[in-house]
């Protein structure tokens, strides 16, 4: 079988892999996305938007799809510091414009509880931001492909640092991080949600 890894940020025909993206990357967002937009409509439909637009932490743009015969199976979004930092403060600019006007109060209020959940990566850090596969693929083995790779594709960019934010409650990718030497750092919680996050983070990606 052919496989293939590669970023979507010069295909100018990126747009036709929305679907499939927004598939697994709506599941790597939660418990976050549900919260913060209060369900998973609403949810959904905000993705979606940030997906398409240039610059935005879940763009289409920031995605590495992995391959197998021309079929895709999953991908991950992976971001410099310095991108990330731009992403989210044009994510947050952009709420005012994508959410619905009912629904602007208590989504900023959220965001404003539980801001300090996400802490930003230093600029010489490769930041590995959500990861996901398609359900007949999970168990497989491609997701820690996936991964390796993602790593392959950091260091090739010069990075050495690398850094992801993990939901506590989700031990597969905490093991999948350990696996490849990062170390589980900070826990940052938000009462007001009742969320959780490890920081996660290696100095030099190991690719097993």
């Given at each position: 079988m052919a496989d293939e890894f590669r970023s979507l940020i010069d295909d100018p025909l990126r747009e036709r892999y929305a679907d499939h993206v927004r598939s697994w990357l709506y599941l790597a967002n939660t418990p976050y996305l549900d919260w913060l937009f209060g369900g998973e409509s609403l949810a959904n439909e905000i993705l979606s938007v940030w997906m398409r637009r240039e610059i935005s932490e879940n763009s289409l743009r920031n995605v590495y799809l992995y391959f197998r015969d021309g079929e895709p199976y999953g991908g991950i979004v992976c971001l410099t510091?310095?991108?990330?930092?731009?992403?989210?403060?044009?994510?947050?600019?952009?709420?005012?414009?994508?959410?619905p006007q009912d629904s602007r109060a208590g989504v900023l209020d959220r965001l404003k509880a539980c801001g300090h959940l996400f802490d930003y990566p230093a600029p010489d850090e490769f930041y590995l931001a959500k990861m996901g596969v398609i359900q007949k693929a999970q168990g497989t083995g491609i997701g820690k492909k996936i991964f390796g790779l993602s790593l392959e594709a950091g260091a090739a960019r010069g990075f050495e640092k690398f850094r992801g934010d993990v939901h506590v409650d989700n031990v597969a990718a905490l093991k999948g991080y350990?696996?490849?030497?990062?170390s589980v750092g900070e826990r940052r919680e938000c009462s007001f949600s009742g969320l959780a996050y490890v920081l996660v983070r290696s100095l030099k990606g190991r690719v097993e």
């Amino acid at each position: 079988m052919a496989d293939e890894f590669r970023s979507l940020i010069d295909d100018p025909l990126r747009e036709r892999y929305a679907d499939h993206v927004r598939s697994w990357l709506y599941l790597a967002n939660t418990p976050y996305l549900d919260w913060l937009f209060g369900g998973e409509s609403l949810a959904n439909e905000i993705l979606s938007v940030w997906m398409r637009r240039e610059i935005s932490e879940n763009s289409l743009r920031n995605v590495y799809l992995y391959f197998r015969d021309g079929e895709p199976y999953g991908g991950i979004v992976c971001l410099t510091g310095p991108d990330l930092v731009r992403a989210r403060k044009a994510d947050a600019v952009s709420l005012m414009r994508v959410v619905p006007q009912d629904s602007r109060a208590g989504v900023l209020d959220r965001l404003k509880a539980c801001g300090h959940l996400f802490d930003y990566p230093a600029p010489d850090e490769f930041y590995l931001a959500k990861m996901g596969v398609i359900q007949k693929a999970q168990g497989t083995g491609i997701g820690k492909k996936i991964f390796g790779l993602s790593l392959e594709a950091g260091a090739a960019r010069g990075f050495e640092k690398f850094r992801g934010d993990v939901h506590v409650d989700n031990v597969a990718a905490l093991k999948g991080y350990q696996s490849h030497g990062f170390s589980v750092g900070e826990r940052r919680e938000c009462s007001f949600s009742g969320l959780a996050y490890v920081l996660v983070r290696s100095l030099k990606g190991r690719v097993e």
